[in-house]
C-alpha cells in the first residue's frame, strides 16, 4: 500500500521569505501523481499545485514549486515571497496513474504553516 | 458555477442514531470519494465510487455507508455501528483527467451530543 510521510507536524515563516515543506511517499508503482493541497482555516481543500511522476521537469505555479526527486520518494513544496494568506494546513497527496484504484488519493498528516508579519 | 456541495454544515448526532451527510456535484464527474479528517491524522478515505451504482470500501469504512443512484449524488450514511463518528467529512470528486486531483466540497462537521 502507499503511504505518504509529512515529517513537519509545523512551520513557520517570517512574511516575504522562502519555506519548505517536507514530503516522502511510498509505492511500487513507476506511473502516479503527486499534489499539493493547502488547507486554509475555512476547511475547503484548494489546490495548490501537481506533479506528474514521468515527468522530470519540477512544477511551478507562480510562488510555489516542488522538488520532485523520484529516486528518492520526496516531494517537497517551496513558497517563496511568503504572505500572510498563505497560512494554513498543507497536505501532500499521491494517486496512482492506473489500475481498479486509480483515482484514490492517499493523503499525509498535514503540515501546520504559520506566516508571521 | 459547476461544484460540490455538501449538506449540513454542522450536523449533531445522538447516541444510537444513524444520520445522513449529503453530496451532491454538478461537474459531471464520475467518481466521488468520501474522506474523514481527524486532528493530527491527515485525511483517511471511508467509500469511494467510480461509476453509478458501484462503490468501494476505503480505509476505514467500518460504520459506515454509501450509496451511488445518481451520477450527481453519493451520500454517506454514519451509522450507530461507528462508535467514534465525532470528526469533519469531506467529500470530493474526479473526472477522467487523471493528472488533475479531487474537487472539494466545504465539508460537514459532525458532533456526537
Known amino acids: 500500500a502507499q503511504t505518504v510521510t509529512q515529517s513537519q507536524p509545523e512551520m513557520s515563516v517570517q512574511e516575504a521569505e522562502t519555506v519548505t515543506l517536507s514530503c516522502t511517499y511510498d509505492?511500487?508503482?513507476?506511473?502516479?501523481?503527486l499534489f499539493w493541497y493547502k488547507q486554509p482555516p475555512s476547511r475547503q481543500m484548494i489546490l495548490v499545485i501537481r506533479q506528474e511522476a514521468y515527468k522530470q521537469q519540477n512544477a511551478t505555479e507562480n510562488r510555489f514549486s516542488v522538488n520532485f526527486q523520484k529516486a528518492a520518494k520526496s516531494f517537497s513544496l517551496k513558497i517563496s515571497d511568503s504572505q500572510l494568506g498563505d497560512a494554513a494546513m498543507y497536505f501532500c497527496?499521491?494517486?496512482?496513474?492506473?489500475?481498479?484504484?486509480?483515482?484514490?488519493?492517499?493523503f499525509g498528516q498535514g503540515t501546520i504553516l504559520t506566516v508571521h508579519p | 458555477d459547476g461544484g460540490i456541495t455538501q449538506s449540513p454544515k454542522y450536523l449533531f448526532r445522538k447516541e444510537g442514531q444513524n444520520v445522513t451527510l449529503s453530496c451532491e456535484q454538478n461537474?459531471?464527474?464520475?467518481?466521488m470519494y468520501w474522506y474523514r479528517q481527524d486532528p493530527g491524522q491527515g485525511l483517511r478515505l471511508i467509500y469511494y465510487?467510480?461509476?453509478?451504482?458501484?462503490?468501494q470500501k476505503g480505509d476505514i469504512a467500518e460504520g459506515y455507508s454509501v450509496s451511488r443512484e445518481k451520477k450527481e449524488s453519493f451520500p454517506l450514511t454514519v451509522t450507530s455501528a461507528q462508535k467514534n463518528p465525532t470528526a469533519f467529512y469531506l467529500c470530493a470528486s474526479a473526472g477522467t483527467a487523471k493528472t488533475y486531483g479531487y474537487t472539494f466540497g466545504s465539508g460537514t462537521r459532525l458532533t456526537v451530543v
Open positions: 509505492t511500487s508503482e513507476s506511473d502516479y501523481y
Open positions: 465510487s467510480q461509476i453509478v451504482n458501484d462503490f
Open positions: 461537474l459531471n464527474h464520475d467518481a
Open positions: 497527496a499521491y494517486r496512482r496513474a492506473g489500475g481498479t484504484s486509480y483515482g484514490k488519493l492517499t
